[in-house]
């Protein structure tokens, strides 16, 4: 049987890709519904400071579907990119984001958060991202400052020209970036240093194994330096326990975001308590 098996995949059409693509035809028409039925929703982490503040917050999208539960975004987004969808997705996650950004700004214990959204390539490369942004902050009227834009290493590599004039433009109305995902990319140093950004955002696969694995600690030692070299906010993602965040602490990185702080919740489940000193 295994040899049949064998000759019938060697072929133009393999069973197992084709699955492959109608499974893809199917999520595609399936995210076109679910942002008709609203059936996606923006979760969001808590970022914190070295004393346990809440400095803000990065939305994370989560579709609950009816059927299959909750699906990661792991699995659709992309999906979305491929089929252009992140387009329209990505729309409503920045509309939805200006909106929560505005009811946090009427909470004093709220005011200062900023809300980090992640940016996808397709979303970012096409022609209308600054004029959308824009005005999708004036009628939503959020404050562009308590904006900021996570974008991934491997987005920023071509049409470099066209990237940072897009940046530029939205650095001059106060909005930042951040390097997500840093270190599991490809950017050469020169580059880095031309890019408008504000922070470099540790990757969670070192900060996991940073206490057991030295080759994690040097390369967490070595962002947490570059960041201090250039001038940029270092924070480190997928913090889950306190030993992690002293170590992180210890070497200069005094911004975390984790497990260890808070999962991504609904916006009504954030516990707010922490910065209402500030
Ligand atoms: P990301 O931007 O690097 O987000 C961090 C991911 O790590 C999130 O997974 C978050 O839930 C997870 N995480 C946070 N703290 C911990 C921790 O302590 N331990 C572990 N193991 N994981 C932690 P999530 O929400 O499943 O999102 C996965 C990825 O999907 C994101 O990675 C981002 O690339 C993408 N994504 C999520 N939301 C959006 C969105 O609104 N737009 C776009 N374009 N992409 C999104
Ligand atoms: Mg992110
Ligand atoms: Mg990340
Ligand atoms: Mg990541």
Not at 30 to 56: C, K, S
């Amino acid at each position: 049987h295994a040899k049949g098996e064998g000759r019938n995949t060697c072929r133009f059409f393999d069973p197992k890709m084709q699955q492959h693509t109608a499974q893809r035809f199917a999520l595609q028409h399936e995210i076109r519904e679910a942002m008709q039925q609203q059936q996606f929703t923006l979760f969001y982490q808590p970022q914190v400071d070295h004393t346990g503040a809440v400095i803000g917050a990065e939305a994370l999208i989560r579709w609950f579907h009816p059927e299959r539960g909750l699906v990661s975004p792991m699995e659709f987004i992309p999906i979305a990119e491929e089929s252009g969808l992140i387009l329209p997705l990505g729309n409503w996650i920045v509309e939805e984001a200006c909106h929560q950004l505005v009811r946090w700004s009427k909470n004093p214990a709220t005011k200062a958060w900023v809300v980090s959204i992640n940016v996808s390539a397709r979303q970012f490369q096409q022609q209308q991202f600054v004029a959308k942004l824009l005005s999708t902050l004036q009628h939503t009227g959020a404050d562009p400052r308590y904006l900021r834009l996570e974008l991934t290493e491997s987005m920023l590599v071509q049409n470099q020209q066209d990237i940072i004039a897009k940046m530029d433009e939205l650095k001059n109305i106060g909005i930042t970036f951040s390097l997500d995902d840093f270190g599991t990319g490809y950017s050469s140093l020169a580059y880095l240093k031309r890019l408008p950004i504000s922070e470099l955002k540790i990757d969670k696969s070192f900060v996991n194994d940073v206490l057991i694995n030295s080759n994690d600690a040097a390369i967490a030692r070595m962002i947490i330096s570059l960041a201090r070299s250039m001038e940029l906010n270092v924070i480190a993602e997928g913090v889950e326990t306190g030993e992690q965040r002293d170590w992180l602490k210890a070497h200069g990185c005094l911004h975390y975001q984790g497990y260890y702080f808070g999962k991504p919740v609904a916006a009504d489940e954030l516990d707010i308590s922490d910065s209402s000193a500030t």
